[in-house]
């Protein structure tokens, strides 16, 4: 199998740039494989991501691991009006406007969750779906992706693992 590492790039020491690597060979299987890896000590009950990118990663560990798959959407992009979503708004890595919401029956009392995400810059995504999933009881456990610029190896006490 190909050396996904090798595909990656980056700006300078703060900005990795994944790019669509995924579409090359076999670096999906690859990238889940070693992600899947980053799990096999942690206890959780579910995964869970944002959208867009977290979505190629995560699902795939998702069906791996055998555990549920939890997706928090754009706002707006939930098609349901009858107050069955929970949502926040913050301020992404670029400092523009931004927000994440779910279906709010998915999110229960006492569930452990593990968070996927492609990269973590500031660290804003994973704040917003902690909030939302402590809120009502649960936990992110802990957060692995492929890089983390953020500098640190927790964010809001919660453990971030990085492959890079």
Same mark, same amino acid.
């Given at each position: =199998?190909?050396?996904? @590492?090798?595909?990656?790039?980056?700006?300078?020491?703060? @900005?990795?740039? *994944?790019?669509?690597?995924?579409?090359?060979?076999?670096?999906?299987?690859?990238?889940?494989?070693?992600? +899947?890896?980053?799990?096999?000590?942690?206890?959780?009950?579910?995964?869970?991501?944002?959208?867009?990118?977290?979505?190629?990663?995560?699902?795939?560990?998702?069906? =791996?691991?055998?555990?549920?798959?939890? *997706?928090?959407?754009?706002?707006? @992009?939930?098609?349901?009006?009858?107050?069955?979503?929970?949502?926040?708004?913050?301020?992404?890595?670029?400092?523009?406007?931004?927000?994440?919401?779910?279906?709010?029956?998915?999110?229960?009392?006492? =569930?452990?969750?593990?968070?996927?995400?492609?990269?973590?810059?500031?660290?804003?995504?994973?704040?917003?779906?902690?909030?939302?999933?402590?809120?009502?009881?649960?936990?992110?456990?802990?957060?692995?992706?492929?890089?983390?610029? +953020?500098?640190?190896?927790? #964010?809001?006490? #919660?453990?971030?693992?990085?492959?890079?």
């Amino acid at each position: =199998m190909r050396d996904w @590492k090798s595909i990656i790039k980056y700006s300078d020491s703060e @900005k990795i740039i *994944l790019g669509p690597f995924w579409s090359s060979g076999d670096n999906l299987k690859a990238v889940a494989g070693d992600l +899947y890896e980053l799990t096999k000590n942690i206890e959780y009950d579910c995964i869970a991501t944002a959208e867009s990118k977290g979505i190629v990663f995560a699902a795939p560990v998702a069906a =791996m691991a055998g555990k549920p798959f939890l *997706l928090f959407r754009k706002l707006g @992009k939930i098609s349901l009006n009858n107050g069955a979503t929970v949502g926040i708004e913050f301020s992404n890595w670029r400092n523009s406007p931004d927000g994440i919401e779910i279906e709010s029956y998915l999110l229960k009392e006492g =569930m452990k969750v593990l968070f996927i995400d492609d990269k973590i810059e500031r660290g804003c995504t994973l704040k917003a779906a902690n909030t939302l999933i402590s809120e009502r009881g649960g936990k992110i456990v802990a957060c692995i992706c492929i890089g983390n610029t +953020y500098g640190t190896d927790k #964010i809001d006490s #919660i453990p971030v693992y990085s492959l890079l």
